[in-house]
């Protein structure tokens, strides 16, 4: 929740700047609602993507308050993030809500980057395998093996979120593998995986060299198109 319209305009103009048309990675830009239709006229033509932070379960209705996939597509937006660990922590929402917005967003023809993670609690407690298997189980209750083509996941450790304390490749790695291994069928082969933790230009590299890493999931570094566009080089 930052930026006015003038802000993200800046903001996705300098990102396009600072990135080559020719860059051997997929960039996505997920701004407010608010900012979605004028982002997406500054990256238009462009090989970044746009995105939206979240959406409702449900077409159109009364909802007052809740934004479509149908108002997504309208506004340009390709992808979507689900459950993320803030809207999971701060808004309550469950993995059985988000499997209800993913099911809507594969059927829209949005690609969802669906978030999973554990608190620092439940890691001290060791039971980061056990809220991870929960939340695989009830997030993508349903969802076919073909379907995961078509998703990204994003591992948040959420304790690595604001906190100081950042996960190492190693961490993040292990429970990267473990995502995949519960998968259905070859889907864990095929799916990308994002990791999202405090990912700055200082830690990317080390993170993205991991072979179980696909990418990132850039929270407070993408307010600054440097940092933002220097993670993206660190990609490719």
């Not at 979605?36 to 970044?48: M, P, R």
């Not at 083509?149 to 690595?160: D, F, H, N, Q, T």
């Not at 991991?210 to 570094?221: I, N, P």
Request: charged share 20%.
């Amino acid at each position: 929740m930052n930026g006015t319209l003038a802000q993200a305009r800046a903001l996705a103009h300098d990102i396009r700047s600072l990135l080559p048309d020719a860059l051997a990675a997929d960039v996505v830009v997920c701004p407010p609602f608010t900012a979605l239709s004028a982002v997406a006229e500054v990256v238009k033509g462009s090989h970044i993507g746009l995105g939206a932070q979240n959406m409702y379960f449900e077409e159109q209705g009364a909802y007052t308050g809740e934004i479509s996939p149908l108002m997504l597509l309208d506004a340009g937006c390709r992808y979507v993030i689900l459950g993320h660990s803030e809207r999971r922590r701060q808004m309550g929402e469950t993995s059985e809500l988000v499997n209800r917005k993913l099911k809507l967003a594969l059927a829209s023809g949005l690609t969802p980057i669906v978030c999973l993670g554990e608190t620092w609690p439940e890691r001290s407690a060791g039971q980061t395998e056990s809220v991870i298997r929960q939340q695989i189980a009830e997030s993508f209750a349903g969802i076919g093996q073909a379907a995961f083509g078509s998703l990204l996941i994003a591992y948040e450790p959420v304790w690595a979120i604001g906190t100081g304390r950042v996960a190492t490749p190693e961490q993040a790695e292990e429970v990267h593998k473990f995502v995949r291994s519960l998968l259905p069928g070859e889907a864990g082969a095929g799916v990308r995986i994002l990791y999202g933790g405090s990912v700055t230009p200082e830690n990317c590299a080390g993170l993205l060299a991991k072979e179980e890493l696909d990418g990132a999931l850039v929270g407070g570094a993408s307010l600054k198109a440097e940092s933002f566009a220097a993670i993206a080089q660190a990609a490719c």
